[in-house]
C-alpha cells in the first residue's frame, strides 16, 4: 500500500503538470493579466486567500488519525464529525448575514481567530473540549467559504470598479491554486506528522500560525466593506420560492444534496479503510487531491474548442464515475476480503469524478438559479445535504465495525443511483436548453464557488 500510494502519487502529479502546461502554452494572454493595479489588487487578496487554504486543507489528512490516536471508538468519532457538519449548516445558514453586518475583512479575521481556537483545542483529550473545537471549525468553514469571497466582489467592483467580466478569472485561478495547495498541504502533513515522527496532532499546530498571518495581512492590507442586509426570512422565503417554481432548480438541488452528502461520508470513511494496511494519510491525501485536480483539468479540456461537451454531460459522467466506484468499494471491504489497493483506486476515481462535478454544478447552478436568489437557494440545497450525511455518520456509528463501512458504502451505492435518476430527469427536461449551453468555445472561464 505504501508504494502503491507513492507510485500514483507521481504519476497523477506528472498528469496534472502535463495537461496545465500544454493549457498555458496554448492559452493567449488575456487583458486582466496586464493591468498592474488589478494584479496588486489579485495579490493582496491571494496572500490572505491562500494562507487561509493552506492551513484548511493542512488539517484535513490527520482529524481521523487524530481522534483513533487519543483512543476514541469509531462510533465516538462520528459523533465527531456529526456535530461538525451540525455545526456547519447552522452556522452556514447564517453566515452571509453575519458577514454582512459584521463586516467582510473583520469577518476574514473572526476566521482566523476561531480556527486557531479549534486547532489549540485538537491539543486536549477531553471528548467535550474536542466537541467544541468541530464546532468552532463549523463556524470558520462558514466563514472561510463567505466572507473572502464578499469581500474580494465588493472591492473588485465598488471600490476598485475593474470590470465585472474578470471576476470569473480571479477565482478560476484560485480553485486551480487551491488544488494545488491541497497537494501540497498533503505532503506537507505527512512530512511533520510521519517523516518527523510528531505525530498526528502536528499539522493542526503547523497550521496555527499560516492563520495568524492571514489574519495580520488582512489587518495591515484589506479595507472595510458591509453591504446591505436582506432579512434572513426574506432570504429563505425567496429560495423556497425559486426552488419549487423551477423544476431546473429542485433537480439540481437534489442531485447536489444526494452526490455531495456521499462526499462527506467518503470524507469520514477513507481513512479507517486505508490507514490499517499502513497507508501513508498525507500522501494518499494529496494522490486525491491530484485527482480531483486532473478531473478540474479534464473538465476545461472537455469544454474546450476542441471538444466542446457541456457541462450536463459531464456532470453525468461524474455521477456516473461515483456509482461505479462505490459498488467497487462495496466489494472491496468484504470482512475478511479487503483489497486496499482496490479500495484506494476506487477513491480516486471518486475524486477524479469531483473534479468533474464542482465546475460542472457550479456552471449549471449560476445559470439555472437568478443571481437574487442564489444564497436563499443554496441555504435549502445545504440543509438535506448536511442532514443526509449526518444520518449516514450516525447510522454508521450505530453499527458492527467489521461490516459497517461495507454496508454503508451500499447505502452511499443507493444514494448515488437516486442521485443518477434525478440527472437523467435533469437532462430530460434541458436538454433542448441553449441558456445551460457554453455558450461559445472561446468563453471566459468558469468562476466556481469557493
Known amino acids: 500500500?505504501?508504494?502503491?500510494?507513492?507510485?500514483?502519487?507521481?504519476?497523477?502529479?506528472?498528469?496534472?503538470?502535463?495537461?496545465?502546461?500544454?493549457?498555458?502554452?496554448?492559452?493567449?494572454?488575456?487583458?486582466?493579466?496586464?493591468?498592474?493595479?488589478?494584479?496588486?489588487?489579485?495579490?493582496?487578496?491571494?496572500?490572505?486567500?491562500?494562507?487561509?487554504?493552506?492551513?484548511?486543507?493542512?488539517?484535513?489528512p490527520y482529524l481521523y488519525k487524530l481522534y483513533q490516536h487519543y483512543y476514541f471508538l469509531e462510533g465516538q468519532i462520528a459523533i465527531l464529525y456529526v456535530c461538525g457538519l451540525a455545526s456547519t449548516v447552522l452556522f452556514g445558514l447564517v453566515a452571509s448575514s453575519l458577514v454582512d453586518w459584521l463586516g467582510r475583512?473583520?469577518?476574514?479575521?473572526?476566521?482566523?481567530?476561531?480556527?486557531?481556537?479549534?486547532?489549540?483545542?485538537?491539543?486536549?483529550?477531553?471528548y467535550f473540549v474536542l466537541l467544541v473545537g468541530r464546532a468552532l471549525g463549523g463556524l470558520s468553514t462558514?466563514?472561510?467559504?463567505?466572507?473572502?469571497?464578499?469581500?474580494?466582489?465588493?472591492?473588485?467592483?465598488e471600490r476598485h470598479d475593474f470590470p465585472a467580466e474578470w471576476i470569473p478569472a480571479t477565482f478560476a485561478r484560485a480553485a486551480f491554486w487551491n488544488h494545488v495547495l491541497a497537494v501540497a498541504a498533503g505532503v506537507a502533513a505527512e512530512a511533520v506528522a510521519s517523516w518527523m515522527g510528531l505525530g498526528p496532532v502536528a499539522p493542526f499546530v503547523a497550521a496555527i500560525p499560516l492563520l495568524a498571518l492571514a489574519g495580520a495581512l488582512a489587518l495591515r492590507n484589506w479595507g472595510e466593506n458591509y453591504d446591505r442586509q436582506r432579512a434572513f426570512s426574506r432570504t429563505c422565503a425567496g429560495g423556497l420560492r425559486c426552488l419549487l417554481s423551477d423544476r431546473r432548480v429542485l433537480l439540481l438541488g437534489t442531485i447536489q444534496a444526494l452526490f455531495e452528502s456521499v462526499i462527506f461520508i467518503f470524507v469520514f470513511l477513507w481513512t479507517p479503510v486505508l490507514d490499517p494496511h499502513g497507508a501513508p494519510l498525507g500522501i494518499v491525501f494529496s494522490s486525491f487531491m491530484a485527482a480531483s485536480l486532473l478531473g478540474s483539468s479534464l473538465y476545461r479540456i472537455a469544454t474546450s474548442k476542441r471538444y466542446h461537451l457541456q457541462p450536463m454531460h459531464l456532470l453525468s459522467l461524474a455521477v456516473l464515475i461515483v456509482v461505479f466506484s462505490l459498488f467497487m468499494l462495496t466489494f472491496s471491504t468484504n470482512p475478511g476480503q479487503e483489497s486496499p489497493v482496490e479500495s484506494f483506486i476506487a477513491f480516486l476515481l471518486i475524486e477524479l469524478a469531483c473534479g468533474l462535478y464542482f465546475p460542472s454544478m457550479s456552471f449549471l447552478r449560476r445559470k439555472v438559479i437568478p443571481e437574487t436568489e442564489q444564497t436563499g437557494v443554496l441555504n435549502w440545497f445545504r440543509v438535506p445535504l448536511h442532514l443526509l450525511a449526518c444520518l449516514g455518520l450516525l447510522v454508521l456509528h450505530d453499527s458492527d465495525r467489521k461490516t459497517g463501512t461495507r454496508n454503508m458504502f451500499s447505502i452511499c451505492s443507493a444514494v448515488m443511483v437516486m442521485a443518477l435518476l434525478a440527472v437523467v430527469g435533469l437532462f430530460t427536461v434541458v436538454r433542448h436548453d441553449a441558456e445551460l449551453r457554453v455558450p461559445s468555445p472561446t468563453g471566459e472561464p468558469y468562476a466556481p464557488e469557493l
Open 142 to 157: 462558514a466563514l472561510l467559504f463567505s466572507a473572502f469571497e464578499a469581500w474580494y466582489v465588493h472591492e473588485h467592483v
Open 1 to 60: 500500500m505504501l508504494v502503491t500510494a507513492y507510485l500514483a502519487f507521481v504519476g497523477l502529479l506528472a498528469s496534472c503538470l502535463g495537461l496545465e502546461l500544454s493549457r498555458c502554452r496554448a492559452k493567449p494572454p488575456g487583458r486582466a493579466c496586464s493591468n498592474p493595479s488589478f494584479l496588486r489588487f489579485q495579490l493582496d487578496f491571494y496572500q490572505v486567500y491562500f494562507l487561509a487554504l493552506a492551513a484548511d486543507w493542512l488539517q484535513a
Open 105 to 126: 475583512k473583520k469577518s476574514c479575521v473572526l476566521f482566523s481567530l476561531t480556527y486557531s481556537l479549534c486547532c489549540l483545542t485538537k491539543l486536549s483529550r477531553d
